[in-house]
């Protein structure tokens, strides 16, 4: 079976999720081929067959033309540079002749569906998160999802919530499936934990729905309130300076350390040596949501014990037996208390915690068994 995938960037450093799909469905016997319009990351994550199409540059005469035609109301409805792109689409299709396309994200799925239509190739579209949560709060995407749904074979999403969020958004319940975002468990071998939790761990961009500065303030009232901890911070983006700055007026230096972005392996290593996870995710003003954060795979395979928040799909991830590490929203004093109680915990307990979030990683988050399902979810559709 030859499958064709479509991301409009292959791939970014934030998405391992999907090169970890694509390399997995390859063990499964899939012949798989990237179309993307950036390649990425080509050193650290080679694949040989990506296929480049450059988007049409904004001042290309036809995409002007398209500009103008919907300002008269007499064109596509749709962005100036869609159907140019379809065009290519539909070339490459007709050179690979794939037997199904994978698009990865919501805004991917709606600029191929008509084309796997028209070319009458079966089409899955896998949704992560802020494509089911700050996009479909738009009326121009509410209105292009629509017709996805009638264009997709199969929606695959990361997590019950999820699935009911699409749902609500129209899309049958028949066409959707879960998939785990999952990784290769191989890479984060379990470390026991052997003393008590003074290092805690952040690793994500530096964003509103990632939390940054929750997570600073939750370990500054752990602190205040007896526990001695320092927080290792791991990731750049929007929110640094602000956080950097709350660090230093704060006088906190001493105790949360911001090393900015670091590459996968540097993470794996601070992995190793971290005594516990913190990741206090929450709804963004924007509306941008989590799915499921890749980095809990990551630390609770690794055998960290994570607190962390009931936020979108992430009470999933978490082996029921830890939900005591949950937080509300946005709730420091909370947060807090879970650090405290993790702290304070007897290395049994502490033990307990690891090895049952590194079971629930290989129960239900590895790769290979999620690549599994998507291979399977190709048959279906390809058959029927």
């Given at each position: 079976m030859r499958a064709l995938h479509y991301r409009k960037e292959f791939s970014k450093t934030s998405e391992t999720f999907i090169y970890e799909y694509i390399r997995g469905l390859e063990r499964q016997g899939v012949d798989n081929h990237v179309l993307t319009h950036r390649r990425a990351n080509e050193d650290s994550r080679?694949?040989?067959?990506?296929?480049?199409?450059?988007?049409?540059?904004?001042?290309?005469?036809?995409?002007?033309?398209?500009?103008?035609?919907?300002?008269?109301?007499?064109?596509?409805?749709?962005?100036?540079?869609?159907?140019?792109?379809?065009?290519?689409?539909?070339?490459?299709?007709?050179?690979?002749?794939?037997?199904?396309?994978?698009?990865?994200?919501?805004?991917?799925?709606?600029?191929?569906?008509?084309?796997?239509?028209?070319?009458?190739?079966?089409?899955?579209?896998?949704f992560y998160g802020y494509d089911v949560s700050r996009l479909a709060q738009k009326a121009f995407?509410?209105?292009?999802?629509?017709?996805?749904?009638?264009?997709?074979?199969?929606?695959?999403?990361?997590?019950?919530?999820?699935?009911?969020?699409?749902?609500?958004?129209?899309?049958?319940?028949?066409k959707v499936k879960i998939v785990h975002l999952s990784r290769d468990l191989d890479q984060f071998p379990f470390r026991e934990p052997e003393g008590p939790v003074n290092n805690i761990l952040f690793v994500g961009r530096l964003t509103p729905k990632k939390a940054p500065l929750d997570a600073v303030r939750a370990v500054q009232t752990a602190n205040k309130k007896g526990a001695d901890l320092t927080l290792e911070?791991?990731?750049?983006?929007?929110m640094y300076e602000e956080v950097e700055t709350y660090?230093?007026?704060?006088?906190?230096?001493?105790?949360?350390?911001?090393?900015?972005?670091?590459?996968?392996?540097?993470?794996?290593?601070?992995?190793?040596?971290a005594d516990a996870f913190l990741l206090p995710s929450?709804?963004?003003?924007?509306?941008?949501?989590?799915?499921?954060?890749?980095?809990?795979?990551?630390?609770?395979?690794?055998?960290?014990?994570?607190?962390?928040?009931?936020?979108?799909?992430?009470?999933?991830?978490?082996?029921?037996?830890?939900?005591?590490?949950?937080?509300?929203?946005?709730?420091?004093e909370s947060l807090a208390r879970c650090l405290g109680k993790l702290s304070s915990s007897s290395i049994n307990e502490f033990v307990k915690k690891a090895e049952k979030g590194r079971k629930k990683m290989e129960k239900d988050f590895e790769v290979s068994k999620e690549?599994?399902?998507i291979a399977k979810t190709y048959g279906e559709i390809v058959n029927k």
């Amino acid at each position: 079976m030859r499958a064709l995938h479509y991301r409009k960037e292959f791939s970014k450093t934030s998405e391992t999720f999907i090169y970890e799909y694509i390399r997995g469905l390859e063990r499964q016997g899939v012949d798989n081929h990237v179309l993307t319009h950036r390649r990425a990351n080509e050193d650290s994550r080679p694949f040989p067959k990506v296929h480049i199409l450059k988007r049409p540059s904004r001042w290309h005469p036809r995409r002007v033309g398209n500009k103008v035609r919907a300002a008269l109301g007499i064109g596509g409805v749709g962005r100036s540079a869609w159907p140019q792109m379809r065009e290519q689409f539909r070339s490459l299709i007709e050179d690979l002749s794939p037997d199904v396309i994978h698009a990865h994200f919501g805004p991917s799925g709606v600029l191929m569906g008509p084309v796997s239509q028209k070319k009458d190739v079966p089409l899955v579209v896998t949704f992560y998160g802020y494509d089911v949560s700050r996009l479909a709060q738009k009326a121009f995407w509410k209105e292009r999802y629509n017709d996805l749904w009638e264009q997709a074979d199969r929606v695959t999403v990361l997590s019950e919530k999820m699935k009911a969020e699409v749902e609500r958004m129209g899309c049958p319940l028949s066409k959707v499936k879960i998939v785990h975002l999952s990784r290769d468990l191989d890479q984060f071998p379990f470390r026991e934990p052997e003393g008590p939790v003074n290092n805690i761990l952040f690793v994500g961009r530096l964003t509103p729905k990632k939390a940054p500065l929750d997570a600073v303030r939750a370990v500054q009232t752990a602190n205040k309130k007896g526990a001695d901890l320092t927080l290792e911070m791991v990731g750049d983006g929007p929110m640094y300076e602000e956080v950097e700055t709350y660090v230093d007026e704060q006088n906190l230096v001493g105790d949360v350390k911001m090393h900015g972005r670091l590459s996968n392996a540097d993470v794996a290593q601070r992995m190793q040596k971290a005594d516990a996870f913190l990741l206090p995710s929450k709804t963004a003003p924007s509306g941008d949501r989590e799915g499921t954060p890749t980095v809990l795979v990551e630390a609770q395979a690794t055998g960290l014990p994570c607190v962390t928040t009931r936020h979108a799909g992430i009470p999933e991830m978490i082996p029921m037996e830890n939900h005591d590490l949950l937080s509300p929203e946005g709730d420091i004093e909370s947060l807090a208390r879970c650090l405290g109680k993790l702290s304070s915990s007897s290395i049994n307990e502490f033990v307990k915690k690891a090895e049952k979030g590194r079971k629930k990683m290989e129960k239900d988050f590895e790769v290979s068994k999620e690549a599994n399902k998507i291979a399977k979810t190709y048959g279906e559709i390809v058959n029927k």
